[in-house]
Every structure is written in C-alpha cells, then in structure tokens.
C-alpha cells in the first residue's frame, strides 16, 4: 500500500497486531519517537509507555513495556516484553494495581522492593490512563 508503513507488535506470546498504518508514534528509551512510511532505518529499545498508530484520521493506542523497536522504511517491528491494546485494559484492574502500587511504595522497604513498587506504579498509571482515554473515546 503507497503511502502507509506496516506496524507488527511481537510479545513472546503472539503476534498482537500487523497492519498497515499511516503513521506509528513510540516511547523510545530515549524519547518518543515518530515514523511515517520511507523512514530511515532505526534501531530503538522501548521503555514503558504508549505506542500510538494512526490510520487514517484514527489514533489508536496500547500500552507496551520494555521491547524493542527496529525500523525499515516499509515496516516497524515491535517486539515487547508485554503490549495490551487500549480496548484490552480492565480500567478497573488497572486502578486496583495503582492504589495497590501506591501503598507498596508507601511501605517502603529494601531499595529494591522500592524501585520494584515504582516500576508497578509507573506501568500500571500508565495502562489506566490509555484504558481511560479508550473509554473516553468509544463511548464519545
């Protein structure tokens, strides 16, 4: 297809999702990086946070923890440790793992129970927040 770039999301259970789509926005563990068909090659680690697509004048989300990225100017490949599509996310399991996140912060303990909390808090804040845009957005 002229015009569009094809997004595969790999975790080691599936293949999530292969399309062909218009534009892919990723949280690269440098930053947030874009990629529209005839991109460079690129090599990128992911970090936790959101991977957008567009298709069309449609934005889609999910949520993907830690991975990689590689980039050819006809296909993106991502290949996460874990990748949730947006419609996927229980936003009430999400929020239960925050408040349950925020009280094993709270409780402190060795530095590695500590970062290990932070590292819940930060995923499962993030997987609200794109269930909750999600529902937002289909029920609009």
């Not at 090599?43 to 830690?66: F, P």
């Not at 793992?97 to 925020?102: C, L, N």
Request: charged residues 30%; glycine residues 8%; hydrophobic residues 40%.
């Amino acid at each position: 297809m002229a015009g569009t770039i094809l997004l595969e999301v790999v975790t080691p259970e599936k293949l999530l999702l292969s399309q062909q789509v218009d534009e892919v926005i990723a949280p690269g563990s440098e930053g947030e990086f874009g990629v529209l068909p005839g991109h460079c090659h690129f090599l990128s680690t992911l970090r936790i946070g959101e991977l957008r697509y567009r298709i069309g004048d449609q934005t889609h989300s999910m949520a993907v923890l830690w991975g990689f990225a590689e980039v050819t100017p006809t296909k993106v490949t991502v290949m996460a440790e874990v990748a949730e599509k947006a419609e996927d996310i229980d936003v009430e399991r999400a929020t239960a793992k925050v408040a349950d996140a925020e009280r094993r912060l709270q409780a402190g303990g060795l530095p590695s129970d500590v970062k290990e909390a932070q590292i819940s808090l930060e995923k499962a804040r993030m997987r609200k927040k794109i269930a909750e845009r999600a529902r937002k957005t289909s029920h609009a």
